[in-house]
């Protein structure tokens, strides 16, 4: 089912929630909404689900406008973060409830939830009760809950924050797998950009009630098309350095005091016409401490993360993250040499925010 949302905005008296949303998903496409607390994502979500009305814009679902149809008349399964599970009935009677809302008879009933309760890999756990199961297993049930009806469109609302690491890991994998072979279309809320990165199609990034970016992954990392993208995604974060650009004889360097970087064409052409209004945006693993370094740098601590070190330098006092080998033996106070590969850096107007690369 294509969900189409055209100029959707909703508000809480004088607090916008969001406002002037526009995205075109596509039919069983893989579509999450990733940003803080308060960007917007879950108030949109639930107008989708039906619970929120619009102040303003429309909602399509294929080419029916479903802004006035309740949640039962929009035939969409939603996965909650609580999981919203009833304590007192059992795993069957929790998936199948759907189902007996709409006057199912009891064979049709019997048959959908065994088939959803044996995908979901609970088929053995129907008689209990969701006290008596794990985290991971109550979240298949929630999910189970919301497949039973055969919906058009499933919506999740951070369903993986209240598992531990190594479950959230594999139920990322276990609903991203289940969503392709079923081809639903999907939408997921989370603030966990991992989440975002490594299960959505697109990913719809928002801030203050307003869409920063709708594009790939793999888009949103190298080709970030505004500050607030750049330093949101990605992990650990994109360092931030005041710049002037300039060209001379058609080379082109990137300065701030002392540090002085050499820049191609296509890196340097057009941040070197925005004046002095630039901010150098560039990922830790894209910078070394190497001895043909050409920037100085101050060790000022080295955090283990197991296959590599995160260490964070000052340069003239401020603060950069680069990964480095866990065999350098890189301690506090340490004088090093840093290396940029200029050919990934990223370069944004300081007064809008805008990438001076890809806007």
């Known amino acids: 089912?294509?969900?189409?949302?055209?100029?959707?905005?909703?508000?809480?008296?004088?607090?916008?929630?969001?406002?002037?949303?526009?995205?075109?998903?596509?039919?069983?496409?893989?579509?999450?909404?990733?940003?803080?607390?308060?960007?917007?994502?879950?108030?949109?979500?639930?107008?989708?689900?039906?619970?929120?009305?619009?102040?303003?814009?429309?909602?399509?679902?294929?080419?029916?406008?479903?802004?006035?149809?309740?949640?039962?008349e929009r035939n969409i399964g939603m996965v909650?973060?609580?999981?919203?599970?009833?304590?007192?009935?059992?795993?069957?009677?929790?998936?199948?409830?759907?189902?007996?809302?709409?006057?199912?008879?009891?064979?049709?009933?019997?048959?959908?939830?065994?088939?959803?309760?044996?995908?979901?890999g609970i088929g053995d756990l129907l008689d209990r009760r969701p006290g008596q199961l794990s985290g991971g297993q109550q979240q298949r049930v929630a999910l189970g809950r919301a497949l039973v009806k055969e919906p058009d469109i499933l919506l999740f609302d951070e369903p993986l924050s209240n598992l531990d690491a190594r479950l959230r890991l594999t139920m990322r994998g276990e609903i991203k797998h289940l969503q392709h072979d079923l081809g639903i279309t999907s939408i997921y809320v989370t603030h966990d950009q991992i989440e975002a990165m490594t299960m959505a199609d697109r990913i719809a990034v928002m801030s203050g009630g307003?869409?920063?970016?709708?594009?790939?992954?793999?888009?949103?990392?190298?080709?970030?098309?505004?500050?607030?993208?750049?330093?949101?995604?990605?992990?650990?974060?994109?360092?931030?350095?005041?710049?002037?650009?300039?060209?001379?004889?058609?080379?082109?360097?990137?300065?701030?005091?002392?540090?002085?970087?050499?820049?191609?064409?296509e890196r340097g052409e057009k941040p070197a016409t925005a004046g002095n209004s630039v901010v150098m945006g560039i990922r830790p693993e894209d910078i070394q401490i190497a001895p043909d370094g050409t920037v100085p740098a101050e060790v000022f601590v080295v955090e283990?993360?197991?296959?590599?070190?995160?260490v964070d330098v000052r340069i003239d006092g401020e603060s950069i993250l680069l990964l480095a080998d866990t065999k350098a033996d890189h301690k506090r106070g340490d004088s090093v040499k840093l290396k940029f590969n200029m050919n990934k850096a990223q370069f944004f107007d300081s007064k809008t925010g805008k990438s001076l690369l890809w806007a």
Not at 220 to 249: C, Q
Not at 304 to 310: C, D, K, W, Y
């Open 210 to 265: 307003h869409l920063q970016a709708f594009d790939t992954p793999e888009a949103l990392y190298d080709r970030p098309k505004t500050l607030f993208v750049a330093g949101f995604v990605g992990n650990p974060p994109m360092n931030f350095i005041n710049v002037e650009v300039s060209a001379s004889n058609g080379h082109f360097v990137a300065t701030n005091g002392n540090m002085s970087l050499d820049l191609s064409k």
């Open 1 to 72: 089912m294509q969900v189409t949302i055209e100029n959707l905005t909703k508000k809480f008296g004088d607090v916008i929630g969001a406002e002037n949303l526009s995205l075109d998903i596509k039919d069983g496409e893989f579509v999450a909404f990733l940003g803080p607390s308060g960007c917007g994502k879950t108030t949109t979500l639930l107008m989708l689900a039906g619970i929120y009305k619009p102040t303003s814009g429309t909602i399509r679902f294929g080419d029916t406008v479903v802004n006035r149809l309740s949640p039962r």
């Open 304 to 310: 283990p993360l197991g296959r590599e070190n995160l």
């Open 80 to 120: 909650f973060q609580s999981y919203a599970l009833y304590p007192h009935m059992t795993v069957y009677k929790n998936i199948g409830y759907p189902l007996k809302l709409k006057n199912m008879q009891k064979k049709e009933i019997d048959e959908r939830v065994n088939a959803v309760a044996n995908t979901m």
